[in-house]
């Protein structure tokens, strides 16, 4: 009886020091107990709706154009169903969505037309990046959901064990300033199973992040909650042929990092050889250097937040002198993730979210701001957001942009203005 009594206490505390953590971490980046707190905007400070940007998860802000570039999923309904970053598999709903380009200066976003690109396109994370033999264009990777066609084609007794999702990235071309875009080709690659987020170094290399090992079921959902399932990675793709017709030809994978929970979105950080790479449910963002020689990425700064940190990125302050640098990192993410089980199927459904801004003080430490909150009224989840500065006046020294706001389920991408 003894002996049974101490082995049953030796396994309540086991579980209680397995479980806290969890809990402990949950309580506050699931936000079970979070109030949103709608930010106040004045006067002329937004929100600026940006109309035809129906569920665009990414959003890139190409400086020298001066140009938003996004992917969407253009229709309202079809993500609730098919969106295998949500874990969502019924693969007839899957969509077309297009690339947009949204001028800062006009608040507009206009669908860029496909030349040569027919099908499906589930759009998740995007990279944009110039073309080095043409200061007119950019070369664009997207992410593409698409169903499996072994698993489409299969009787529901035969999809056992076939994978439901045979995701890939499409890689784009465009003149800045045309209104179309040209498929380049094809990458699929079986390191890439569940793609997120995307940085280019080159149009022949890229990275990219596998945010699960999982697809579905349990194990999918302790990679969701246990901080000790490290098993997404980071895959390190080099393309030597550009023109291959076959996705899978022409082309080299490794992988380039592994070991982070849940790694999600990824962005260019601070210089040519930096990379920012975050984990949505562990509420963090990693510094890490990326090595031309291997193509591995290591680790050197972690950036704590108290919410989902979703795809990051760099803002350069164009206006910084030695004592005033606005330069620093923006990540958006959903502020009561421990819901979206269930509201990530619901049409109507509410989704509150936080926009993180974070820049180094002169100690080296990093100082996080708060720069935009909302409960789902103005716009439904945040994954994606960028600051697009805007020129200071009157020589009051205050630092403003306006942040561009994007979510995997918002119906409107919003641009509101912040201070820094
Ligand atoms: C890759 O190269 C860098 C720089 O030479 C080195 O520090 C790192 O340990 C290498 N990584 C691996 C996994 O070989």
Redesign the pocket.
């Known amino acids: 009886m003894a002996l049974l009594g101490s082995a049953f206490l030796g396994l309540i505390t086991l579980l209680v020091a397995l479980l806290a953590p969890t809990v402990i971490h949950y309580s506050k980046i699931g936000g079970p107990f979070l109030t949103p707190k709608p930010t106040v905007l004045g006067e002329g400070q937004g929100p600026i709706v940006i109309e035809d940007t129906v569920h665009c998860e990414d959003v890139h802000h190409y400086r020298p154009a001066n140009l938003l570039f996004t992917a969407c999923e253009d229709e309202i309904t079809t993500r609730f169903d098919w969106f295998p970053g949500l874990g969502h598999l019924e693969p007839h709903a899957a969509g077309r969505g297009s690339i947009h380009v949204v001028d800062p200066k006009t608040m507009k976003s206009s669908r860029l037309i496909f030349e040569n690109f027919e099908g499906q396109f589930v759009t998740h994370g995007i990279d944009v990046i110039a073309d080095p033999k043409n200061a007119a264009a950019v070369y664009i990777f997207a992410v593409n959901h698409l169903p499996n066609p072994a698993f489409v084609q299969a009787s529901e007794k035969e999809r056992e064990g076939i994978e439901s999702a045979r995701s890939q990235i499409e890689l784009f071309h465009h003149v800045l300033h045309s209104k179309t875009v040209q498929h380049v080709r094809s990458i699929r690659h079986s390191l890439v199973y569940t793609p997120n987020d995307i940085s280019a170094v080159s149009p022949e290399e890229f990275y990219v992040t596998n945010d699960h090992y999982y697809r579905d079921g349990l194990l999918r959902l302790i990679e969701d909650i246990w901080p000790f399932a490290k098993w997404s990675n980071i895959i390190n793709v080099r393309i030597s042929d550009m023109k291959a017709k076959d996705a899978t030809a022409g082309l080299d994978a490794s992988v380039a990092h592994s070991g982070l929970w849940n790694n999600n979105g990824l962005g260019a950080g601070r210089s040519d050889d930096e990379i920012v790479i975050s984990s949505a449910v562990g509420g963090e963002l990693y510094l890490g250097q990326l ?1 031309a ?2 193509h ?1 990425i ?1 680790i050197h700064t972690t950036i704590p937040f108290d919410t989902v940190t979703d795809n990051p990125s760099y803002y350069t302050d164009p206006y910084r002198s030695e004592s005033d640098d606005a330069s620093g990192f923006v990540v958006a993410g959903v502020s009561q993730g421990i819901y979206l089980g269930q509201t990530g199927h619901d049409i109507n459904g509410k989704d509150p979210l936080q926009v993180w801004y974070t820049r180094q003080t002169s100690s080296g430490t990093w100082e996080n701001k708060l720069l935009f909150e909302d409960d789902s009224s103005r716009i439904r989840t945040a994954s994606a957001a960028v600051l697009v500065p805007i020129e200071p006046k009157g020589g009051n020294g205050r630092k403003q942009a306006w942040l561009f706001v994007t979510g995997f389920l918002s119906e409107s991408m919003v641009a509101v203005q912040v201070d820094l």
């Open positions: 090595h020689v291997n591995t290591s």
